[in-house]
C-alpha cells in the first residue's frame, strides 16, 4: 500500500487508502480499473449499467433480442463477471464496489446481484437511496452501504429513513454539481454554482448533523474537481475522511475504455466542456464532441415538440425510470442517452456521449497508471517525465 502522511480511510474496521475510485458508466469503469484501484489498497468501482458492451458474446446472444428479459439476464450476467474479475485482480486488497443509479428501474436486481456477485459496498447516487438498506438483506454483514448524496438536507433524510431501519451508511459521498462529470446532484443547470454544495461549507454542516442525531461522525468523502494532493489536505482540513474522483482514473493505462474515449477526455480544454440537460432530468457534464454538439445546437426545438402521447423508447426497452425521450418530457433531454454512452467507451467520436468533470486533469494531456496516479494524489510526489 502507499505511505501517505494523511489519515487512512476505516470502513468496517478495514483501513484503506483514502480514496474511491468513482463509478463510470456505460462501462468507463469495469473490473480492469476497477480491479487496479482496490490492487493498490484504495475502493474501486464497478458502473454496473449495460455491461453487456465489454462481453462480445453476450452482445452477440442479446442481438435484435425482442424479449426485455434477455437484455436483463445478459447484462446481470456482465456485472457478476466483472465483479468476480475486479476481485481476482483486487487479490483481497481494497475493496470492490459498485455504483448503482437510483434512477435505472432495475436498480433493485442489480444490487441484488451485486451481493450475490461478491461485491464488497454498494454505492448509490442519481436519487435518494431510502431502501437501499432493504435491499441487500441477507448480506447486511458482507456490504457497506455509501450513497452520493449533495447537500445537507438530503444527507439529513437518508440519515433519518435509515435510522429507523437500524442502519447507517458505512460512509457518504458528497458530490459538488459544480465540478463533476456525469449527472449532476442538482435540479437545475443553473444551479449547479450554489453555495449550499461548497465542501467548506457542507462538511460543516453534516458534523453538526451527527450532533443533531446523536451519532458517530460517518466518514465523508467529497467528490468533483478533485486533482491533486495539495487539495485533498484542505479537504481534510475541512473534516474530510477522503474524496471520490472519476475522470482522473478513467483515463488511466487500465481504465476499461476506448483509447479514443480516453483521448477526449485528456485533449479536452475548458472551453469544450459543457454542462446540458439529460434525458433523466438532471444536469449533465460532458466533452461537446460532434454528437453532443449537434445535438444542443437543435435541442430547443426537439424538446419543444416532446409529447408523452406520442413519445416512445428509441431502443425499445427503457433503462431509465423516469426518460425525457421514453416519456415525452419537455423539461429533460431528448436522446437515448444508453446508446450514446455505448458509443463512447467503444471510442466512436463522431456519435458518443464522453462525459468530463470541469477541472485540470493530474498529469494534463498524459496518461499514466493507477498506481501513479493514486501515488501523486495521496503523497504529491509526481511521477517521472511529468511536466506541466
Same mark, same amino acid.
Not at 481476482?88 to 450475490?116: F, T, W, Y
Not at 458534523?207 to 465523508?220: A, N, T
Not at 459543457?274 to 449533465?284: C, D, H, Q, R
Not at 494524489?377 to 506541466?388: A, C, F, R, Y
Given at each position: ?19 474511491? @475510485? ?41 442481438? $435484435? ?31 470492490? !464496489? ?6 435505472? /428501474? ?35 454483514? @458482507? ?17 433519518? $429513513? ?15 454539481? $459544480? ?14 454554482? /450554489? ?90 457534464? !460532458? ?39 421514453? /416519456? ?14 455505448? @458509443? ?23 496518461? $499514466? ?20
Amino acid at each position: 500500500m502507499i505511505k501517505t502522511p494523511l489519515p487512512l480511510l476505516k470502513i468496517r474496521g478495514r483501513e484503506l487508502l483514502p480514496v474511491i @475510485q468513482g463509478g463510470m458508466g456505460v462501462g468507463i469503469s469495469a473490473h480492469k480499473l476497477a480491479g487496479a484501484v482496490a490492487k493498490e489498497g484504495a475502493v474501486g468501482t464497478i458502473a454496473s449499467i449495460d455491461l453487456r458492451v465489454h462481453h462480445p458474446d453476450l452482445m452477440e446472444r442479446t442481438h $435484435r433480442a425482442k424479449d426485455r428479459k434477455i437484455i436483463d439476464d445478459a447484462n446481470y450476467e456482465a456485472l457478476d463477471r466483472e465483479i468476480k474479475g475486479a476481485k481476482e485482480i483486487a487479490d483481497d486488497n481494497g475493496l470492490i !464496489a459498485v455504483n448503482i443509479m437510483k434512477a435505472v /428501474d432495475r436498480h433493485p436486481e442489480m444490487v441484488r446481484q451485486s451481493c450475490e456477485s461478491g461485491a464488497n459496498a454498494i454505492i448509490m447516487g442519481a436519487g435518494l437511496p431510502f431502501d437501499l438498506p432493504d435491499m441487500i438483506k441477507g448480506y447486511e454483514d @458482507q456490504v457497506s452501504l455509501i450513497p452520493i448524496l449533495s447537500e445537507e438536507r438530503g444527507v439529513r433524510a437518508v440519515l433519518k $429513513r435509515w435510522m429507523r431501519k437500524g442502519v447507517l451508511p458505512d460512509a457518504i459521498v458528497l458530490e459538488h454539481p $459544480r465540478y463533476a462529470g456525469g449527472h449532476l446532484g442538482a435540479r437545475d443547470p443553473k444551479d449547479v454554482n /450554489d453555495e449550499k454544495f461548497d465542501f467548506n461549507r457542507i462538511l460543516g454542516e453534516i458534523s453538526k448533523v451527527f450532533e443533531s442525531l446523536k451519532i458517530d461522525p460517518i466518514p465523508l468523502l467529497p467528490a468533483g474537481g478533485i486533482n491533486s494532493f495539495d487539495k485533498i489536505k484542505e479537504l481534510f482540513s475541512w473534516g474530510a475522511s477522503g474524496v471520490q474522483l472519476g475522470t482522473p482514473f478513467a483515463v488511466t493505462k487500465e481504465g476499461d475504455a476506448h483509447q479514443n474515449f480516453k483521448d477526449v477526455l485528456l485533449n479536452a480544454k475548458p472551453k469544450d466542456i459543457v454542462t446540458f440537460m439529460s434525458t433523466a432530468g438532471l444536469p449533465a457534464r !460532458a466533452v461537446l464532441t460532434p454528437w453532443l454538439e449537434k445535438y444542443l445546437a437543435r435541442e430547443e426545438k426537439v424538446r419543444a415538440r416532446a409529447n408523452p402521447e406520442k413519445a416512445k423508447c428509441a431502443v425499445w426497452f427503457e433503462c431509465l425510470t423516469h426518460c425525457g425521450l421514453k /416519456d415525452g418530457n419537455p423539461n429533460a433531454g431528448q436522446f437515448c442517452i444508453d446508446t450514446q454512452l455505448e @458509443q463512447a467507451v467503444l471510442g466512436n467520436v463522431d456519435k458518443g456521449l464522453f462525459f468530463r468533470g470541469s477541472e485540470p486533469l493530474p498529469f494534463g494531456d498524459q496518461s $499514466r497508471s493507477v498506481a501513479e496516479t493514486l501515488q501523486y494524489l495521496l503523497t504529491g510526489v509526481m511521477p517521472e517525465g511529468i511536466k506541466l
